[in-house]
């Protein structure tokens, strides 16, 4: 079983944590035993019930429970650090040690923790999903029952965000819209990059003609999901759209992205991002702090200013579940649903076998920031999504 950071979707992961449950006799050989298995580089740390190896791909721990404490073991071990010290703070006042992947009452001994839902029962805390765990208010939040109701991968209906081979894409829209269909949605949309876009490939325009005929065809082929004809349109320097309206009013969802910063100030790319929020033919805004987890944190911006324009245009913000951005953050998606901005979690998928994944990445990436589905777009049909596009173009 996963833990640590891995399993509350942290967007870095120092090193990949497991649990293992096993006999107290036993622990020994089964650290033992993992560490000898052939992709095992050497051993990096080890102690009376964990260890630590080194592989090709980086370092993994795997730490051992006795059945009857693996609930508390998995809990303390998933973490975070300042979860974990709050409930150790907790437990003392309701006569409990957690301590060590361990729940002991020190006049009764070892408590029952077979299951994380009956240590938080012991604290008096309804169960508190992992992706929340760091220290952020959401004990207090537990104790008057208030915790979200978490955005899953079942309440995903639909992709709003990926690219074919008409821009830097490796897959053709067919492959794309049948990959999507076998996950389950009921629709996607092709949202490929506008001509100016830093990637290596981009949609010329004298090709949207044509790649609207493809969408077309592929429908045809492929009737039970629907196809929407997107764009990911880039915002130039001065905060205009690389495509003309007469050309964007013609796709049934636009998404804006700032992609270069080229050299400009904060205040510089607030407005850039506030000129294309503000216009009638833009829906999302995709992975705005344009960030690269545990390499730059992205754009030093007045988000919630960014996010009071989104809320007053109806111009949804996304999450993001491209490895490489996991774009809001869960701290910026909380403060967006707070400022009533719509959210779309989308892939923003290059490859076809990778759209399940990017997405999973992405509702963890939102559960971090305390999503439900109400709060998102593509939780909605088809239909809904169209009239969230129309409703902010009948605005003008």
Known sequence: MSVGSLRRCAPDVGDVSLLAIADRTRIPDVLAGFASLPFVGCVLAQSPTAVTVATERGAITVHVSPPQQRGAAMLWHTGSRRHNDQLSARAARFGFRFSKGELVHPVRGGAEAISEPIVYRHLGLPYIPPELREGAGEIDTAERGELPILVGDSHIRGDLHMHSTWSDGRDSIATMVSASQQLGYEYIAITDHSQSAFSSRKLALDDVARQREEIVAVRGRIPDIAVLHGVEVDILK????????????????????????????????????????????????????????????????????????????????????????????????????????????????????????????????ARRGWVEPRHVLNTRGVDQVREFVAAKRARG
Request: a negative charge; charged letters at 25%; aromatic letters at 6%.
């Open 238 to 365: 001065d905060g205009s759209l690389d495509f003309e309206d007469d050309v964007l009013e013609h796709f049934d969802i636009v998404l804006a992205s700032l992609h270069d910063h080229g050299g400009q100030t904060s205040g510089e790319l607030m407005a850039r991002y506030l000129r294309a929020i503000r216009h009638p033919l833009v829906n999302v805004i995709t992975h705005p702090a344009n960030r690269t987890p545990a390499l730059s944190p992205g754009y030093d911006l007045d988000f919630d200013t960014l996010f009071t324009a989104a809320a007053e245009t109806g111009t949804a913000m996304e999450v993001d579940g491209a490895p490489g951005h996991l774009d809001m953050d869960g701290a910026l998606a909380r403060r967006a649903i707070q400022a009533g901005v719509t959210i779309t979690i989308d892939s923003d998928c290059h490859r076809s076998e990778a759209l399940g994944r990017q997405m999973r990445f992405g509702v963890g990436t």
